[in-house]
């Protein structure tokens, strides 16, 4: 493996920071979407509009380290952060941030770990927004309708691309242009995310 695909420690250690910052907030946000669904009470499957801030952790992590298993570490180790504060979903929120975390590195896989803009911010949000889909299809909405579904899988999509695609690009937009990014690729190279 070559050493731009090889990790270093302060990679092993950003991505671990990455993921625990954020299993913080997909705790927060579990809280936040028990106390919405009457909102959504109408059309309850415009809820998932607010999923995609559960994806952003392996998108932000891609984007910063720029190597492979990052999106897929971060996401994981995310939602076990979540579990471990209280998660209602127990122990399958662990199993959530594996199918999302693995979607999210396809994302940028599909793209040999080469490219890391708004683009592939963008894939690798919606993909794991797919595994999102198909984790929770059969565990959550199986006595639904496949149109419901697919109308779930579309809320799913949308919100994983606008938060977690777009949303990271801009955080880590962000992050470079403090300069706390300087010791990765992320931070060091002159594109535009």
Do not use: C
């Not at 950003?14 to 946000?29: Q, S």
């Not at 708004?118 to 199986?142: F, N």
């Not at 496949?146 to 990271?168: E, P």
């Amino acid at each position: 493996m070559n050493s731009r695909m090889s990790w270093r420690t302060v990679d092993i250690v950003v991505t671990a920071a990455i993921a625990v910052a954020f299993g913080v907030v997909f705790w927060a946000w579990n809280a936040l979407w028990a106390a919405t669904g009457p909102a959504f009470a109408a059309v309850p499957p415009a809820q998932n509009i607010l999923y995609g801030t559960w994806l952003a952790a392996g998108v932000v992590a891609g984007l910063v380290v720029q190597k492979p298993g990052a999106a897929l570490f971060a996401e994981l180790v995310a939602a076990s952060v979540s579990l471990i504060l209280g998660s209602q979903w127990g122990l399958d929120a662990a199993l959530s941030g594996l199918f999302q975390g693995a979607g999210a590195e396809l994302g940028f896989a599909l793209f040999r770990y080469r490219r890391f803009d708004l683009i592939a911010a963008a894939l690798a949000a919606a993909l794991a927004a797919v595994g999102a889909w198909i984790h929770d299809t059969p565990l959550y909405y199986a006595e639904l309708s496949l149109v419901d579904q697919l109308v779930i899988g579309v809320f799913m999509l949308v919100s994983a691309v606008i938060i977690a695609g777009v949303g990271s690009a801009w955080l880590v937009r962000a992050l470079v242009q403090t300069g706390v990014l300087a010791q990765f690729p992320s931070g060091r190279a002159q594109q535009r995310i």
